[in-house]
T-cell receptor, first 112, second 113 residues
Framework: GQQLNQSPQSMFIQEGEDVSMNCTSS?????WLWYKQDPGEGPVLLIA?????ELTSNGRLTAQFGITRKDSFLNISASIPSDVGIYFC????????????FGTGTRLTVIP | EAQVTQNPRYLITVTGKKLTVTCSQN?????MSWYRQDPGLGLRQIYY???????DKGDVPEGYKVSRKEKRNFPLILESPSPNQTSLYFC????????????FGPGTRLTVT
């Protein structure tokens, strides 16, 4: 499968701080997605991005589809304890059916 | 409620004892997939299926089997589990028309001793 490099691998932050994480690939993707996995649960879709340069927000979350179509960024503002979890990026490549590839995840810990 | 269900949620077993993890979705999705999640390695695809009776290998298929006899069900079979298959397993499904809306099950934590 395609390699998506996600960084950082883990983060420890104080409540109220802003968070940034990113995902890069050597391939060009048609769609970038960001998922969150709460402890003990499966990943849930947070944001979907469909074109290069697109900036989309979902509450305190903002994600951007990189201009080169090879990267994406997720920012969380004013973090709260329930932001704890693993954040995965995913890229959709081409038009084949099995074309969704996941990053390795960023584990976020928020210290109250 | 649209959902993907998996059973069991937790399983401890011994090496070599065949087991099946069930997965079912109620969204009439064509595509279903199994992943395993290990620390630092993210989600790695085991097998996927694009429709009934159509299955194919993902990135880490060794030691696993699947079947897709009905559209809603996609069981994962470990014929002879080994300790290196200790992991967290997720089933997922999506419509091929809306490929980005992939729904995940709650996960099955498997320990093989």
């Amino acid at each position: 499968g395609q390699q998506l490099n996600q960084s950082p691998q883990s983060m420890f932050i104080q409540e109220g701080e802003d968070v940034s994480m990113n995902c890069t690939s050597s391939s060009i993707f048609n769609t970038w997605l960001w998922y969150k996995q709460d402890p003990g649960e499966g990943p849930v879709l947070l944001i979907a991005l469909y074109k290069a340069g697109e900036l989309t927000s979902n509450g305190r979350l903002t994600a951007q589809f990189g201009i080169t179509r090879k990267d994406s960024f997720l920012n969380i503002s004013a973090s709260i304890p329930s932001d704890v979890g693993i954040y995965f990026c995913a890229g959709q490549l081409g038009t084949g059916a099995n074309n969704l590839f996941f990053g390795t995840g960023t584990r976020l810990t928020v210290i109250p | 409620e649209a959902q993907v269900t998996q059973n069991p949620r937790y399983l401890i077993t011994v090496t070599g004892k065949k087991l099946t993890v069930t997965c079912s979705q109620n969204m009439n999705h064509e595509y279903m997939s199994w992943y395993r999640q290990d620390p630092g390695l993210g989600l790695r695809q085991i097998y996927y299926s694009m429709n009934v009776e159509v299955t194919d290998k993902g990135d880490v298929p060794e030691g696993y089997k699947v079947s897709r006899k009905e559209k809603r069900n996609f069981p994962l079979i470990l014929e002879s589990p080994s300790p290196n298959q200790t992991s967290l397993y997720f089933c997922a499904s999506r419509s091929l028309a809306f490929a980005y809306e992939q729904y995940f099950g709650p996960g099955t934590r498997l320990t093989v001793t």
